[in-house]
């Protein structure tokens, strides 16, 4: 089975604090993704990377980077954290050709 | 660009019950189509997906989807739904045979299916 596995379930941070989400995934997956999930807003895509060192921003990148030194890592950073930030993260990952994506069981982040 | 809208926000049902939720996607290009569930406090787990081939894509928990090209539409159904279907469904698009930069998956803003006794 395909795992996606992302450090925290549940996290508190302060506003201005830099916040680091870690996303792992053990398919070999060339693309991986993060997305943050509000509701009524559905999905939306905050940024993916489909090699390592590469990088794309989505439809909301702004107030977040990225970073994938490592085929199997992807990490979503939130350079300071703002209360507009607090929302579910969900990481992604899948093959580069093949359809859909198998997704980690998310991030409930609050900035207080 | 591509998008997806999914026409209900919500759909109450009652057990036993047939069940629809629809999907409707744009694209200039040919795509690859996705049904995805999110149970309470979880992650997404693929449904089904469309990529190529018979129209009629069968996916898992007896869930079904038909690709209907001249309506631009990926409608879920299931003839008789449980309790244990509640839960917010999303539909997905990507690009075909695209690679590279070119990878998106975008979704609609997802299907609320409540299943009442």
């Known amino acids: 089975d395909v795992k996606v596995t992302q450090s925290s379930r549940y996290l508190v941070k302060r506003t201005g604090e830099k916040v680091f989400l870690e996303c792992v995934q053990d398919?070999?997956?060339?693309?991986m993704f993060w997305y943050r999930q509000d509701p009524g807003l559905g999905l939306r895509l905050i940024y993916f990377s489909y090699d390592v060192k590469m990088k794309e921003k989505g439809d909301i990148p702004e107030g977040y980077s990225v970073s994938r030194e490592k085929k199997e890592r992807f990490s979503l950073i939130l350079e300071s954290a703002s209360t507009n930030q607090t929302s579910m993260y969900l990481c992604?990952?899948?093959?580069?050709?093949?359809?859909?994506?198998?997704f980690g069981q998310g991030t409930r982040l609050t900035v207080v | 660009a591509q998008s997806v809208t999914q026409l209900d926000s919500q759909v109450p049902v009652f057990e036993e019950a047939p069940v629809e939720l629809r999907c409707n996607y744009s694209s200039s290009v040919s795509v690859y189509l996705f049904w995805y569930v999110q149970y309470p406090n979880q992650g997404l787990q693929l449904l089904l997906k469309y990529l190529s081939g018979s129209t009629l894509v069968k996916g898992i928990n007896g869930f079904e989807a038909e690709f209907n090209k001249s309506q631009t539409s990926f409608h879920l159904r299931k003839p008789s739904v449980h309790i244990s279907d509640t839960a917010e469904y999303f539909c997905?698009?990507?690009?075909?045979?695209?690679?590279?930069?070119?990878?998106?998956?975008?979704f609609g803003k997802g299907t609320l299916l409540t299943v009442n006794p």
């Open positions: 997905a698009v990507s690009r075909k045979n695209s690679g590279g930069s070119n990878y998106k998956l975008t």
């Open positions: 992604a990952s899948s093959y580069i050709r093949r359809g859909g994506a198998f």
């Open positions: 398919m070999d997956h060339e693309n």
